[in-house]
């Protein structure tokens, strides 16, 4: 069974850090891409950033580009995205999954974990 464990979600005021961790149990990392979500109240699935398992590659949406960083330790199935600079419209449930193209489409991706919820108030 494929599952996820997404752990590092909270609140936090602007301008403060958070990681979000997300462990996966089920399949190995180094066979699919791994990309972080986020889905705010009434607004779309939007794609975070992705990290290839082939060769490491990784890619941001615009809107959080020298904000977050993507990572992987393939040994322990794991997949960090560091998150500084928090604003306020940063505030979504996260969520990572595993597919076999790397990109931020979330149609795309085909295992999901559960989401965590990030706060960022102001």
């Known amino acids: 069974e494929v599952q996820f464990v997404e752990s590092g979600g909270g609140l936090v005021q602007a301008g403060g850090s958070l990681r979000l961790s997300c462990a996966a149990s089920?399949?190995?990392?180094?066979?699919?891409?791994i990309g972080w979500f986020r889905q705010a109240p009434g607004k779309e699935r939007e794609g975070v950033s992705f990290?290839?398992?082939?060769?490491?590659?990784?890619y941001y949406a615009d809107s959080v580009k020298g904000r977050f960083t993507i990572s992987s330790d393939n040994a322990k199935n794991t997949v960090y995205l560091q998150m500084n600079s928090l604003k306020p419209e940063d505030t979504a449930v996260y969520y990572c999954?595993?597919?076999?193209?790397?990109?931020?489409?979330?149609?795309?991706?085909?295992?999901w974990g559960q989401g965590i919820q990030v706060t960022v108030s102001s």
């Open positions: 089920g399949f190995t990392f180094d066979d699919y891409a």
């Open positions: 999954a595993a597919g076999a193209i790397a990109t931020l489409n979330p149609y795309e991706y085909d295992y």
């Open positions: 990290i290839s398992s082939s060769d490491g590659s990784t």
